[in-house]
């Protein structure tokens, strides 16, 4: 996939400084490999590592008490005004990038047909779902997210990896018909059962084992991240 990305680096090709990237994200990190059905990094999620979240180079002053450190702070990615912590994003369909959105225009972009074919409002919800087993799925991996993606028609499956997002094919599953198409997912642990998730939460714990995996393994400090995560989301579901 030789195509650039948002901040106008290539992917697959050479950086805007004639450097190299193979599979080079949006906020600078490395994705190793393009293909789609299989590849890591699909062509369709272009990953926004949200564990190191792109700042704004406007300075603003330090709450620690030094007057002379300034500090960075988020902005909207489309209107350029700040955005609190905890802020919501938006989906660039056409990319696969998740925006950083402010208060007024989550509000604009908070129903379907508001986005045209470009934006979607990534939702809230957080719900565990009851009755699964890891059995019998065959996966080789101890995490999976499922998603359905409009633009390609069919769903898509892919599992968190030290290189980044890896896609292959899914199965059929009931579940998915629960979904809100692209900004949605169903993730699946073998420890941690089945939940679904925003699409950015699937995005954070992409970012979160890509900034944090060591060796063939991983290493306990990934593992430990992986549990944390997953008791972050049990604190923060939705109400029944």
Do not use: K
Not at 197 to 205: K, T
């Amino acid at each position: 996939m030789n195509g650039s990305t948002r901040d106008g680096a290539t992917v697959n090709g050479s950086t805007r400084d004639g450097g190299t990237a193979n599979g080079t994200t949006r906020d600078g990190g490395t994705a190793n490999g393009t293909t789609r059905d299989g590849g890591t990094v699909s062509g369709r999620l272009r990953l926004h590592d949200l564990t190191r979240r792109r700042r704004s180079t406007t300075p603003a002053t330090a709450s620690s008490g030094d007057a002379d450190q300034p500090v960075s702070e988020e902005r909207c990615e489309l209107c350029g005004e700040p955005v609190p912590e905890g802020h919501r994003h938006l989906l660039d369909l056409t990319t696969r990038e998740l925006c950083c959105a402010c208060r007024a225009c989550q509000v604009l972009f908070d129903h379907a047909a508001a986005g045209g074919a470009q934006y979607r409002l990534v939702p809230r919800r957080r719900e565990r779902q009851d009755g699964f087993t890891w059995s019998g799925l065959g996966a080789p991996v101890r995490t999976v997210f499922l998603v359905r993606d409009s633009g390609a028609g069919r769903s898509v499956m892919y599992y968190p990896s030290p290189a980044g997002a890896v896609a292959g094919p899914a199965w059929d599953d009931p579940l998915m018909a629960l979904l809100e198409p692209d900004v949605e997912a169903l993730l699946l642990d073998r420890d941690h059962g089945a939940w679904i998730v925003p699409l950015d939460d699937c995005y954070r714990l992409v970012g979160l084992v890509r900034s944090h995996w060591r060796g063939l393994t991983g290493g306990p400090d990934v593992r430990e991240r992986i549990a944390r995560f997953f008791t972050d989301l049990s604190d923060d579901r939705s109400p029944a």
